[in-house]
């Protein structure tokens, strides 16, 4: 899909592109994609018993990244899937589905820090143990777009339940259906056990059942939508 086509025919996934590339570039500029910068402690999603917890930031964290590979897969996802759902739904529901599943896979990660860390939170501290907390609760901190697009993969495998995908480095084609359940399972598995991959795995279950339940909602009530 040449850039014009992608400006003429899915313009909210080419803005959504241009505004995390914008901001990695500005998270590089103002102190770089480390969990204990300022940036970070403004903008990136933590446990809403940190200190520099703020509510806007179920909104910034799903425009911020912390690699370039992260947003490159990010991003490349969203155009592979995303362009596609823009186009079929129009850009106005596209938005609202995108943003709806960025906000629960926060939801959803909050979740995960208060579950993760309920003993802590029960507990009496000294200044000086709390004081440590609130320093630790301040460098875990999540960024990305991956929970909102998931939700968007969701709503593509949905859609478009046998199409079929090539996933490195399986070197066979894989349904959309088989491929969205081994990304969820992997997810649910990997937070469970906490397998310390530095990956927000409930926020992507999160977002992928937002876009689950809001496509099949969709379905429902226009079917004329889908195929």
């Known amino acids: 899909m040449e850039f014009r086509s992608l400006h ?15 901001v990695y570039v500005a998270q590089l500029a103002l102190g770089g994609t480390g969990n204990e910068n300022t940036i970070n402690d403004f903008f990136a999603l933590h446990h809403y018993k940190a200190d520099v917890f703020q509510p806007y930031q179920l909104v910034t964290h799903m425009f911020m990244h912390g690699s370039f590979f992260h947003l490159l897969f990010n991003m490349f996802g969203l155009w592979m899937f995303g362009a596609l759902m823009e186009k079929l739904w129009g850009h106005k529901r596209f938005l609202i589905f995108y943003l709806i599943c ?36 301040s460098a875990n901190a999540t960024v990305g777009a991956s929970g ?3 939700g968007v993969l969701a709503a593509y495998a949905f859609t478009f339940p046998n199409t079929q995908l090539y996933i490195f480095p399986i070197p066979f084609p894989i349904k959309t259906k088989w491929a969205l359940t081994g990304l969820i399972a992997f997810d649910i598995f990997g937070g469970v056990y906490n397998s310390g991959d530095n990956v927000a795995h409930f926020a992507h279950v999160g ?21």
């Open 207 to 227: 977002g992928a059942i937002a876009g689950l339940l809001i496509v099949i909602f969709w379905n429902k009530t226009n079917k004329k939508t889908f195929f």
């Open 148 to 150: 909102a697009i998931m």
């Open 102 to 137: 960025g906000l629960v896979a926060g939801f959803a990660q909050m979740a995960s820090y208060a579950y993760s860390n309920w003993n802590n939170d029960h507990f009496f501290m000294t200044p000086e143990y709390l004081e440590a907390y609130q320093n630790m609760l």
């Open 8 to 22: 003429r025919d899915t313009p909210i996934v080419l803005n959504l592109i241009i505004i995390n590339t914008i």
